[in-house]
């Protein structure tokens, strides 16, 4: 990359050389000003960087981490490849689809399909006490088996998919509406509308005990109509393609570069300054830092009425198995427990809500050529209290981490066969670790409860992406960052 | 550029946003959603396409001459005439 490095447009000055905020002599010289800064490197700003920089916007993404994806990202640690955010794609399609979102994600960013390499999941479940509801990304039998299992509710659901499959959840200006309270129109089975959001929730809700039936009508969509995916090299295939083709259209993009304040002028987004003190001037800010975050950012215009973060956090415990989860019998990709007959989803009173919970094998994925994963995994993810994770000093931090762990593996083995003798490594993260990654108060997975669909702030040029703009799951958060992108910087 | 140019040009933008589509049949006279798979953000690459390319503004309450590629190459066809065929 020569000058300013952008391919086409107005030549840009040069100014002071920025620090890399790590010691390093300064070796970054910013244009003037950016037609757009990003505010995090996460699946919304960098497809909304690569829209930018494709329309040879000048853009750059300021992350503040060390590495790229935010809520999804990939480590290594003791010699292994470990994710963390991403348990599957949803909204997965074949290759080749002409529909869908993931065919219009790849669309609008030029990819293809290969590019994300995505393959099917083995197969899923929902399972409660008594009751148990399979699925993969075969959507009628999804409904075939919802049917079997609750045969007195068949023309309820029958009805409450036709009313989903109508609902335009794209439609930017919807109302909100609680979610179980549409379900009740169509099931009165308290515990098939549990099973109905217990997933969707685990993957999507910033909002505890219900939903809002937009993004109910999203989730439902891309988990149990489209179905999971996932590339053989985990969500580093998906984060490493975006930043190469970023790059590749001219996109600036800078980790450890955190930003400390958005400066705004008379109502207006001007740019933004740097953890370091450096300020860069841009016409736009979009950023991904969530709602309140972001309006802390822009403390010089505070917003009309205070905007609340959200709540909802998780710990997950990673294993590490010295063989195939299906050496052991275990098969499914993704199981959704609950063990008691209520499911309650919220920020438990307890450090980590163990009656339920998501048990995910990254191995159980249809790979081509019958692929293997060189390691087994099980990774469980269970509901947790963020403020105890929070407050908690270093010294008991650890020990209530692993002792957390074990009682979370106890209650899902319940689901899946003994993988004790099994485990040769074990990662856990908490909300602390979400916050520390993500930058979200509270490490809030889902972002704030209410969701601001047009993306638009109460600062002219400063815009919302990704969780809290309120398009969920992998491809949706990608989606995000191109629909605000398109809505508002390059038209 | 004369009109065959700019049908080409206009073919060439929808094979980059639809790669999966079959072109070859595409009827001029019939509505592009009628045909393809197109929605609105799709129609706003066709114009950003041509601005990139171009240098051309279209604003939005033109877009309704893109429905067809006839009119397509009608609406173009004064805008594009100095520009020069693609090689």
Not at chain 1, 284 to 313: F, I, K
Not at chain 1, 358 to 377: A, Q
Not at chain 1, 478 to 485: D, F, P
Request: aromatic share 8%; hydrophobic share 35%.
């Amino acid at each position: 990359m020569s000058g300013c490095g952008f391919a086409a447009g107005p030549p840009c000055p040069v100014r002071e050389p920025v620090g890399t905020g790590d010691g390093l002599p300064p070796t970054w010289f910013p244009p003037v000003r950016y037609h757009t800064v990003i505010i995090g490197a996460g699946m919304s700003g960098l497809a909304a960087g690569i829209r930018l920089a494709y329309y040879e916007k000048p853009v750059c993404i300021l992350e503040r981490h060390t590495t790229i994806g935010g809520l999804n990202s990939f480590y290594r640690l003791r010699g292994r490849n470990y994710d963390v955010g991403l348990h599957a794609v949803t909204n997965y399609a074949p290759p080749g689809t002409r529909r869908g979102p993931l065919a219009k994600l790849l669309k609008q960013l030029r990819l293809r399909w290969d590019d994300f390499d995505l393959s099917p999941q083995c197969g899923s479940s929902v399972v409660f006490p008594g009751h148990r509801i399979p699925f993969d990304n075969d959507f009628d039998r999804f409904c075939d088996n919802v049917c079997d299992e609750f045969p007195q509710q068949a023309d309820g659901f029958r009805r409450l998919v036709a009313t989903i499959d109508a609902f335009d959840e794209l439609n930017l200006e919807q109302e909100p509406q609680s979610a179980r309270a549409v379900l009740a129109e169509h099931v009165s089975d308290p515990m098939l509308i549990d099973m109905l959001l217990c997933p969707l929730m685990f993957y999507g809700s910033a909002i505890p005990h219900d939903m809002d039936f937009s993004q109910f009508c999203i989730m439902f969509k891309s988990v149990f109509v489209q179905g999971f995916g996932r590339p053989y090299r985990g969500v580093r295939q998906i984060l490493k393609t975006l930043v190469r083709h970023y790059r590749e259209l001219g996109g600036e993009l800078k980790l450890r570069h955190g930003v400390r304040e958005i400066r705004v002028d008379n109502g207006r987004a001007v740019g933004v300054v740097l953890d370091d003190g450096t300020e860069i001037e841009a016409e736009n800010v979009l950023s991904s830092a969530g709602h309140a975050e972001t309006c802390r950012l822009a403390d010089q215009a505070p917003p009309p009425a205070p905007v609340q973060a959200g709540e909802l956090s998780f710990n997950e415990a990673i294993f590490v198995l010295d063989r195939q989860p299906s050496d052991l019998g275990h098969d499914e990709t993704i199981v959704f427990y609950n063990n008691r007959n209520e499911f309650e989803y919220a920020s438990p009173e307890d450090p980590c809500d163990v009656r339920s919970g998501i048990i995910c094998s990254p191995n159980n994925f249809r790979y081509d050529d019958d692929l293997r994963l060189e390691d087994g995994y099980i990774r469980i993810t269970a509901l947790a209290n963020p403020d105890y994770w929070m407050n908690l000093p270093d010294e008991e931090y650890y020990p209530a981490k692993e002792a957390w762990c074990e009682r979370m593996l106890l209650s899902a083995l319940e689901h899946i066969p003994d993988i004790r003798p099994h485990i040769v490594d074990t990662d856990v993260f908490t909300p602390r670790t979400i916050r520390r990654f993500t930058g979200h108060d509270r490490g809030a997975v889902y972002g704030a409860p209410k969701k601001i669909l047009t993306g638009s702030t109460h600062v002219d040029g400063l815009y919302l992406c990704g969780t809290d703009q309120g398009f969920l799951g992998i491809i949706g958060s990608m989606l995000s960052g191109i629909t605000m992108a398109n809505n508002h910087l390059l038209r | 550029m004369a009109p065959a140019d700019i049908r080409q040009v206009v073919l060439d933008i929808l094979e980059r946003i639809a790669p999966d589509e079959d072109l070859s049949s595409l009827d001029d006279s019939v509505p592009f959603r009628e045909q393809m798979e197109l929605d609105s953000m799709d129609f706003l690459d066709i114009v950003m396409e041509l601005r990139k390319q171009y240098r051309i503004q279209i604003p939005e309450s033109d877009y309704e001459h893109l429905v067809t590629m006839d009119s397509t190459v009608a609406y173009l066809t004064p805008l594009l005439k100095d520009a020069p065929a693609p090689a």
